[in-house]
């Protein structure tokens, strides 16, 4: 019996760890397929997909890709260096430093993805398959075939979990289908990246400087996309395009190079920023820019509050209002009652300084609160403000906000004689309205980061993170939590009133309406509450990003009319499904939801 058991033992385990595909093809095969078929997929971009211009991005022409042709031409380019490289071709092993099987296998499902998309988009909008040129059937054999290939490239599959014979049909689907989703996961996972050595300097600077300018590439792209179809085919690129570099290393390369020059870092990505206006030829996209940076300084403060103190605020757009309405009752519009015009750094001043003096009358009686409690508490007060600045209106109570009409006619700021109202010209560039407004908001942003990394890299920054880790033990190592809390919650207020005095300007009229809790439209307080936990929560990057992206994309999504809600709520599920730690992470925090990952050497202070 016990020789039995053995042999038994033996035979099962190398089974279990056998390293194979997804499908039956032969490794050698599935690399040469996979590599081969994307380098006929970057040769299929420059064939003609349809006869007609009449689907967007004219995809008629023989030798110059346009449209959604370059978005796969990358795809495939970015799938075959993968490949290339996984041949241990020389010279591109830097692409890889985690190894390339996954990034192969993300690069090739969203070069697929994309062209796919792109074919059924022409069928359906155009009346049938007959509308593709040679070049559509081509991308579409070759995108598949680099994705089958990719597919059988071999990879640890784990073991089954033993179950128990007795258990009912339904328990043993829940069993199968778990160790064919953990198959899954392990087929598309990668390796821990080998440390990036030290290099001199100056050539760190430089791969900054080429990752900050790809990321102003890839941003100005998205925002000037003309089209929808042209959108969503963005969106798809760089998503599953983002995954492979994150799989194949490159990510954690990257950040480990900026993590040395912090500051660095941080002064070239705001040049970067304020190289957007430039690669415009008209202020219609900047229109958007500043938007994005009032949506994005407010989540920064309200990552104070959440991400670092721990405290649920569900009302907190309500300080946004505050802000906005104190500038503008002193902006010298005729519908301010006060009829005074305020300079703009007054103006600032007296919008900081009504965001903290409600945020300590509102904090002060209920931070002794916790979770749920808190939550409500704040949500409330969002209420209230928005139905007092509806009832001030000089007859169901003072005449103070002019009711649901707002404050209209809100002038132009003028800083130093220098109008931001007008069009200036620059070294030959035209810098519109929305432009110059665009530059003063990127400064608010700067000094909003600056309160961030300082506040939060100090000792009331490390109080704020053990009262949100457990506060009864903070409490119990002398810190003062009510005072603590008390702080976070104006200093969030402060900032958050800051955005506001720029917002009432920019937007010519300020009225309650703006300033709900949830909308279609942000900002409001659950899309600043979601910008900070799909961003990541207690980092800087984290909060930025995620408020450009929920900006964005609902402004970029209104083709989808009714449905547009359902797509970007089904996106955020899959989302918090699959990242719960959000896009940039807290080192210390990502380890909270994947306790199976090796520990740091050394954990960020806010994931910066």
Known sequence: ?????????????????????????????????????????????????????????????????????????????????????????????????????????????????????????????????????????????????????????????????????????????????????????????????????????????????????????????????????????????????????????????????????????????????????????????????????????????????????????LGYVAFLGVGAYAAALVSGSPSSPFGVHFPFWAAVLVGALASLVFGVLIGAPTLRLRGDYLAIVTLGFGEIFRIAANNTDGTSGPDLTNGSNGIASIPDLKILGFDLGTQHDIAGFTIGRFANYFFLMLLITAVVVLVFRRSSDSRIGRAWVAIREDETAALAMGINGFRVKLIAFAVGATLAGLAGTVQAHVTYTVTPEQYLFAGTTPPNSAFLLAAVVLGGMGTIAGPLIGAALLFLIPNKLQFLGDYQLLAFGLALVLLMRFRPEGLIPNRRRQLEFHEEDDAPAVLSKTGA
Request: aromatic share 12%.
């Open 1 to 313: 019996m016990t020789t039995q058991t053995t042999a038994s033992t033996t035979t099962a385990t190398p089974t279990a760890n056998a390293s194979t595909g997804l499908i039956g093809i032969p490794p050698h095969t599935g690399r040469a397929l996979a590599t081969g078929g994307s380098v006929l997929t970057v040769v299929s971009t420059f064939l003609a997909w349809t006869w007609t211009a009449e689907f967007p991005g004219d995809l008629t022409f023989y030798g110059y890709p346009g449209g959604l042709q370059v978005l796969v031409l990358i795809g495939g380019a970015l799938t075959a260096l993968f490949g290339l490289a996984s041949y241990g071709v020389k010279g591109l092993g830097w692409l890889t430093p985690a190894g390339a099987d996954a990034a192969v296998k993300y690069a090739a499902l969203g070069t697929f993805a994309t062209a796919w998309y792109t074919i059924l988009a022409i069928s359906f909008q155009l009346g049938g398959l007959v509308n593709l040129e040679p070049g559509g059937y081509v991308v579409a054999v070759t995108t598949l075939t680099a994705l089958l290939g990719a597919l059988a490239l071999p990879f640890e599959r784990p073991e089954p979990d033993p179950f128990d014979p007795d258990d009912t049909g339904w328990e043993q689907f829940k069993h199968k289908t778990g160790h064919n989703m953990a198959v899954l996961r392990a087929a598309f996972a990668s390796g821990s990246p080998r440390p990036v050595r030290t290099l001199p300097s100056y050539a760190e600077i430089l791969i900054i400087v080429a990752i900050l300018a790809l990321a102003l590439t890839v941003f100005t792209y998205g925002i000037g996309t003309e089209y929808d179809e042209l959108f969503v085919g963005f969106l798809i690129t760089a998503g599953f395009g983002f995954a492979a570099l994150n799989r194949s290393g490159l990510i954690a390369h990257a950040s480990q190079i900026t993590a040395r020059h912090t500051n660095i870092t941080v002064c070239g990505a705001f040049i970067a920023a304020a190289c957007f206006p430039f690669t415009q030829t008209d202020d219609q996209y900047a229109t958007l820019g500043v938007y994005i940076l009032i949506f994005a300084t407010v989540a920064l403060g309200l990552n104070i509050v959440v991400g670092l103190a721990g405290l649920l605020d």
